[in-house]
């Protein structure tokens, strides 16, 4: 039995799509076999041959606070998360930091975008657009002080939102987390789409016509509790949420791999997670999107896997009800199955004529594919699974009892970190980024960016012919990536592709991307889009395409909450770790600078007009980019393949205190709350720390938090401790930025680059740049920021 402390279960559900504006109305719907499959009215549809969408038609969406400062995906999710707490009979949290939330999305806010461009470059929409403003904008609303970010791994991003929910509560960092996703419908994806010639004109038939997708929109959430903060409360409990999956296909930007073989992985992994039988698994909600080469693979893995020992098990799509919802689909699936599962029914696919179930038959033999009504089933555990762009594959499982789940079963194991991978504006590795420190290299003007070079691409042997696939920010991380490999020695092969997996923190993702889709799409129509282009859009693009190119076929995640996103990845990896999924993991932080993005820093009013360097009490920051990748191994795996130990991950803290998203000021004692989690985890005072890799960039608003809180916590030491700053080398790269702090402490502690240019801050608040002994470092502190009010800290050592 799993243990009372490492119980997950879900006391409220959520939901708003095209059949439904909350889980009554929507499950009626269901139970019914009512489509919500439509002739699309919110998008142009000239020369387009396929208008249909799955849309949601409710008045009651502005009718929360600011609904001008938020995005309709946004409002979309408020609207589920309001019902999903409702449901559990939770009220505003008062910014606890034992509440968290996780929110998936694919696209975000894009019909900001379009706005932005479309209509007078208006700076208010800028803080709309990120996927990050989602789950912070959750946490505003209903005062949520934990944890708070969200997962861009396109359309799996909701169920492994969940996975994410329920790691955080067995780890001890989170009693109740509001965890789903939400995407809204809108000219990109539909356009993307029809480029890539993936939609059904006559609407979508999962498991049966397979000719293509229909796009929906909407939201799901559960409210995910521990075991023992659901008992304490007496709250009613829907089920427990055992083991999840995560891999990655290493196969396909944008389609499956034909033999299913990492997505069957992934329900291995829900199932062995979940310490449950193949037998008990009743029902499984599958992706089932409607595509020939989805729904083949599918059918390939669930009768490889439960051919033998459950060939009975019934499968169907809802997809058909609600259409795709992207982001969104896999936590609106996530409501169907706890629905299905506590009502003891299994829900359909529709409509199947005579003659098509007949086919079907042949094709997956006893397996129970449902068709065209609902029907009753006793149940024990139901699986939901989707698969994703970038080759993502989630699955995981519901149940009425409490199985045996597998948690943190690695947690006493030391992290080594073994490889560093160093994309900036100074240079495309380790070696060119430990010179030009050591020459004192700074930005020569306010905007400054990474460039590859082909050089990079021949040294790691990266043919040209897929180097020609990527866009920029894929060009940055795969070359990152690849780099932490070679720096670490470490040779991916089919024997442990599995073992390792990759975490991608960025803060804007595939935002340029997306722009320049929009700005396409703007000129030639909705049926102009380009298939080449489109991919890049989905903020997993950069991790999947590293995947592919390493071989790396084990957890993937791309996690999206602002600059801070880099050091989370180095927090979410260490648990991961400990959980026992992976043997080792890549932890990057990726972001770029292309000329959007230093207009929207312009627009903000944050950009500054010339150089400036950190504590310059300016307005304003050098606007940069970077992508940094960092392999963290399990000890013993580190040791027994030789690897060198650059030093070890000991901690990592967050905290938060909820301003609106788009700000900063206000949220202060929230970094204090991060150091001191991290100093705990690491099981470390204030006092055993050498020095901080800061994230100070020249803006005064920024640098005075951070002052304030590193004041308030080592007091006078603070005087003689230095604060190393990597931004006044390559600007403020966000994500990027934030993981070359990580990377930029390793190299210090491991000698391997000495830095004598520090800043430390007098007892009177002054600042000065000065010479700082740099060797014999034993701890250091590297934290980070996201506006809406979250800061993330980690505790490297020797």
């Known amino acids: 039995m799993t243990p009372n402390d490492k119980r997950c279960v879900v006391t409220g559900l959520g939901v708003i799509c095209a059949v439904g504006n909350n889980v009554e109305e929507t499950w009626k719907n269901a139970l019914e076999s009512v489509s919500g499959i439509h002739k699309t009215t919110s998008v142009d549809t000239v020369n387009c041959y396929a208008d249909l969408a799955a849309e949601v038609k409710c008045d009651t969406l502005d009718k929360i606070d600011a609904p001008e400062e938020k995005d309709r995906v946004s409002k979309l999710c408020i609207k589920a998360a309001n019902e999903a707490l409702a449901d559990a009979g939770l009220k505003n949290f008062g910014d606890d930091q034992r509440v968290s939330v996780v929110i998936g999305s694919c696209v975000g806010g894009v019909l900001s975008i379009e706005q932005y461009h479309q209509h007078g470059r208006d700076a208010s929409e800028i803080a709309k657009m990120p996927i990050a403003s989602i789950a912070s904008q959750v946490a505003e609303t ?262 045996n789940v597998s948690a943190q079963s690695a947690a006493s194991k030391k992290i080594a970190v073994t490889g560093l991978g160093i994309v900036s504006p100074l240079g495309n590795s380790k070696t060119a980024y430990v010179e030009a420190v050591k020459a004192g290299k700074k930005p020569e003007s306010a905007s400054v960016r990474s460039t590859i070079a082909l050089e990079d691409y021949k040294e790691l042997g990266i043919k040209m012919a897929f180097y020609r696939k990527l866009d920029n920010l894929g060009q940055l991380q795969t070359v990152s990536g690849m780099r932490a490999l070679q720096d670490a020695n470490f040779k991916v092969s089919d024997e442990n592709a599995m073992d390792i997996g990759i975490i991608v923190g960025t803060s804007e993702g595939g935002l340029g991307a ?213 931004k006044e080398r390559t600007g403020e790269g966000r994500a990027g930025s934030a993981a070359l702090a990580a990377a930029e402490a390793a190299l210090l502690l491991s000698g391997e680059m000495v830095n004598d240019n520090a800043y430390f801050v007098a007892a009177d608040g002054s600042v000065s740049a000065k010479t700082a002994e740099s060797a014999n470092l034993k701890k250091i502190l590297v934290i980070s920021y996201a506006t809406g009010g979250s800061y993330s800290a980690v505790v490297l050592g020797k």
């Open 142 to 403: 209903c005062g949520a002080g934990g944890i708070v970010t969200n997962v861009a791994n396109a359309c799996a991003a909701g169920t492994i939102s969940i996975a994410v929910a329920c790691d955080l509560i067995r780890a001890g960092k989170a009693d109740v987390v509001i965890a789903g996703g939400a995407d809204s419908f809108a000219s990109v994806p539909y356009s993307g789409f029809l480029s890539l010639h993936a939609l059904d004109e006559n609407g979508c038939s999962p498991f049966n016509r397979c000719n293509g997708i229909t796009l929906g929109e909407g939201a799901g959430i559960v409210i995910v509790e521990s075991y023992e903060h659901a008992q304490k409360r007496s709250a009613k409990q829907y089920c427990e949420v055992l083991g999840s999956g995560v891999t990655s296909d290493a196969n396909h930007i944008t389609a499956p791999r034909e033999d299913g073989l990492c997505l069957k992985e992934a329900i291995n992994r829900s199932v062995k997670n979940s310490g449950i039988a193949k037998t008990d698994i009743g029902y499984i909600n599958a992706h089932g999107t409607g595509t020939g080469k989805n729904d083949n693979a599918e059918m390939t893995a669930f009768k490889a896997y439960f051919g033998e020992e459950n060939p009975t098990v019934s499968v169907s799509s809802t997809k058909v009800l609600t259409g795709h919802c992207l982001g969104a689909a896999g936590a609106i699936e996530a409501v169907f199955s706890i629905k299905a599962l506590t009502t003891d029914t299994v829900l359909p696919t529709f409509p199947y004529s005579e003659e098509q179930s007949t086919a079907l038959k042949e094709k997956v033999g006893e397996m129970d594919f449902v068709q065209n009504f609902a029907r009753h089933k006793d149940l024990k555990c139901v699986l939901s699974n989707n698969v994703a762009f970038g080759g993502t594959n989630a699955a995981i499982v519901f149940s009425k009892e409490s199985g």
């Open 514 to 726: 997306t722009y320049d889709f929009e700005e396409l799409i703007a000129e030639l129509g909705n049926a102009g889009g380009s298939a080449f282009k489109f991919p890049h859009t989905v903020y997993n693009a950069a991790g999947g395409y590293l995947s592919i190119c390493s071989g790396i076929k084990g957890y993937g995640v791309t996690i999206t909450t602002g600059p801070l996103s880099g050091l989370d990845s180095i927090g979410y990896s260490m648990n991961v770790i400990h959980d026992g999924q992976e043997q080792a993991m890549m932890a990057t932080g990726t972001d770029e600078n292309l000329p959007i993005i230093t207009e929207f820093a312009q627009k903000l009013g944050v950009a500054a007009n010339d150089v400036v360097a950190p504590y310059a009490n300016a307005e304003g920051f050098v606007v940069g980019d970077g992508s940094v990748s960092i392999l963290l191994e399990e000890e013993e795996y580190a040791k027994a393949r030789g690897a060198k130990v650059y030093c070890y991950a000991l901690g990592f803290g967050h905290g938060r205190k909820n301003v609106k998203f788009g700000k900063l000021v206000g949220s202060d004692e929230a970094l204090d709350k991060a150091i001191a989690d991290a100093l705990a985890d690491a099981g470390i005072t204030a006092a055993d720390v050498d020095a901080v890799c800061g994230f100070a960039n020249g803006c005064k608003k920024i640098d005075d938090i951070e002052k304030g809180a590193l004041k308030r916590v080592f007091g006078e030491k603070l005087a003689t401790m230095p604060l190393f700053e990597v």
